[in-house]
């Protein structure tokens, strides 16, 4: 049996998502975007969990 061929989609659409439980993501778009951790907590609450939706409300 062959293996299979792995892609990097996950990879992809994991990246395009900021996870609000996870402190390390939350950390890495505050200090991206300048705001506070808080800050980027309320606007994933706010817009969803899109990175860019995320960054456009945060004004970066």
Known sequence: ???KKKS???RKQ???R???GQDYEVRYEAKKT???ASAVKKA???VGNS???VEKR???
Do not use: E, Q
């Open 51 to 53: 990175r860019k939706s």
């Open 1 to 3: 049996m062959a293996a």
């Open 44 to 46: 994933v609450k706010k």
């Open 18 to 20: 900021v996870a609000k």
């Open 58 to 60: 945060l004004g970066r």
């Open 8 to 10: 990097a989609r996950g």
């Open 34 to 36: 300048g705001r506070s």
């Open 14 to 16: 994991d990246r395009a």
